[in-house]
């Protein structure tokens, strides 16, 4: 429709020191005569496009012109750019891109080198470390099956490595912590439930469709950021210096004392789940449980269990 690539024009031209009508055809797949058109119906729309002729000619728009950002100011703008760039980085979605256009058109071109500066002073990526387009690609498919409320089956592994087929009705993408979730309702349990993005293979999205349920992430209490106080236990531990680092990823700072010989006393509450083990043997030889006892039973018990598989081989 012509008054989308009004539009479209509109938000390249306050994003983009100048560009050529040439640019503007190829772009929008237009003869040259009907861009000249449009740029002098944006015109008479009361928006200051100036022309210039030469190899390096083309449109601009008048640096102290932007759109109406009401009650908007520079610092909010770009927070909203930083936070856009952000997920886009991992969904790679064009809506997101056009959004990112349109908020860069309520800018103005006299102040887009500010927000280039204050945009390099906070940067989101959201991608994982292992890289790769698989959870980019999952996120898509789910998002698509978010928007036309249909059902998805996939292959699910759980924290305790059993596999599973489900099916399910997605409602929400959710980032948290160092990964992504999908939130819905499981066929299977007949219930709410979590599932880790990257423990989902196999994603189809089916043709039964679903009503969606009202039932909001926060109502899942100790199954989504809220722990059941039964299951959390109380660690004393004891670290060397040389994993201060490490420890300080983990910990907060007012759960560590540090002692005299630059050693660290750790008291934390953390829920006693089977990631907890493999978070304290990261530590190697550096960590010491004091409390609890059995805490430190099972870690002694996996630790033998290495010790066995690497003797099998001599």
């Known amino acids: ?4 690539r009004l539009l479209a024009i509109t938000m390249l031209l306050l994003n983009r020191k100048r560009i050529s009508a040439k640019e503007l055809s190829e772009r929008f797949e237009v003869s040259l005569r009907t ?26 728009i008048m640096d102290q012109y932007r ?28 809506e997101i891109g056009n959004l990112l256009d349109k908020v860069g058109a309520l800018v103005a071109k006299s102040e887009q080198n500010t927000i280039a500066n204050l945009n390099d002073q906070l940067i989101i990526d959201m991608n994982p470390w292992r890289g790769g387009n698989e959870d980019k690609e999952k996120l898509n498919t789910l ?31 959710v980032a948290k912590g160092f990964g992504w979730y999908l939130y819905g309702y499981c066929l299977l349990r007949e219930d709410f439930r979590i599932f880790r993005l990257s423990r989902m293979k196999e994603i189809d999205v089916l043709s039964q469709t679903f009503e969606r349920k009202t039932e909001s992430i926060e109502k899942l209490g100790h199954g989504w ?3 059941d106080p039964s299951s959390l236990i109380q660690l004393v531990l004891h670290a060397q210096p040389n994993v201060q680092a490490q420890v300080e990823d983990y910990f907060q700072s007012k759960q560590i004392a540090f002692q005299a010989d630059g050693s660290m006393i750790i008291t ?12 304290l043997l990261s530590f190697g030889p550096s960590l010491r449980i004091l409390e609890p006892a059995h805490l430190a039973a099972i870690i002694k018990e996996k630790a ?9 081989e001599h």
């Open 1 to 4: 429709m012509k008054i989308d």
């Open 35 to 60: 861009v000249y058109r449009d740029v002098e119906a944006i015109n008479q729309a009361g928006i200051p496009v100036v022309s210039y002729a030469g190899m390096s000619g083309g449109y601009e």
């Open 67 to 94: 759109l109406d950002r009401q009650f908007l100011s520079l610092e909010e703008l770009q927070s909203i750019i930083v936070g856009l760039k952000g997920i886009r980085s991992t969904v790679g979605d064009q």
């Open 143 to 173: 998002r698509n099956a978010i928007r036309e409320s249909k059902q998805i089956s996939f292959q699910y592994i759980s924290s305790q490595s059993e596999q599973s087929v489900r099916t399910a009705e997605p409602l929400s993408i």
């Open 225 to 227: 950021g809220k722990r």
């Open 268 to 279: 934390a509450t953390q829920p006693d789940e089977p990631w907890l083990h493999g978070m």
């Open 304 to 312: 033998k269990k290495i010790v066995q598989l690497y003797a099998s």
